[in-house]
């Protein structure tokens, strides 16, 4: 926290954050670091209950002492931060921490926006805490649920919660006046071209029916992930194997070059190149219809700065003339 401000200052993070992830525009975010550890196994991530078991020799969870968050949260509160990002959610610890938490901030009268990224669908009690602690329209609910086949999240993400759990869940955030962003990924272990378009059928019946938002994804292999050390179980087939792999990789990123493997895997039903071409085309879905634009230009409050509105502009570019190179540079996909 000592530097703050210089981090409040720097260029960071996703430009679309501000743009999608809540009902009005946000400027400034600021991540809150909350605690270390994961007691799941998402296929695809690096920082699962795997790594830190096998490499750290740690199966529990940490999380920092309450009073200290609430401590920061002010101080980045009274630096004009809209929106604090709550990223660390290894559900079912976490609900506890978050309502006393909630309740603190509350207490202080700190009225703040926040995103909470939230691991599978969260309680009733959570969500109605959620929303009488935020600022709702600087504020939503990410839910991470990857793939609308009940199928493939079993396989890639061990939570087994049903697709009418889902709904009813979205249901619920809705009527606390909870705005929410799904994420979904495509080109993960063992999808087929069926699974990608269940996604695609859910995402347009979320969009149609709900206040809400939806991102596609395509994550690039991640070290110590369960892809990258059983590739052959996960049926992938990877372009990075070594460490001197992923340093070049992240020297490509630092120096704005597209790399050769942008996702560094393909599976045994997609080419790396057929889940990019995938991601650019939800893009272009999503994000670039006339009604979701539309929409987000009346719920704008006016003040997108001119950094997020250049980044904005390149990224619509890169979809327009279909450029997952310039896509890349912006999102890194
Ligand atoms: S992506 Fe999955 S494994 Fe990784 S930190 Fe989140 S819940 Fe844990």
Redesign the pocket.
Known sequence: MKNVDRYLDAKIGHPNISYVNSRKSIDKVFYMPIGRG?L???SY?G??TYLWSNHWGNKNISFRDKNVVLEDIEKVYQRGVQCIYFEFDPYPDSEKYYLQLFRKIRERKIKVGANFVS?CPPSKKFVEEFAITFIQDFSAITISIDSASEKIRKINKNWNYSNQQLLDNFKLLSHNNVYFFVSFSIGLPFETIEDIYLTEKMIKYLLNTFQCHCNVSAIPIEPSSMMYYYPKEMGVTLYRNSFDDFYDFSKNISEGIYPKHPLGYSTNVLEEKEIIAFKMKSFKKNFLNLKFLKKKVLQSNNKISSYNLCERMKIFYAVIFNSPKILWKNTYL
Do not use: A, D, L
């Open positions: 994961c799941n196994q998402c991530c920082g699962s691991w």
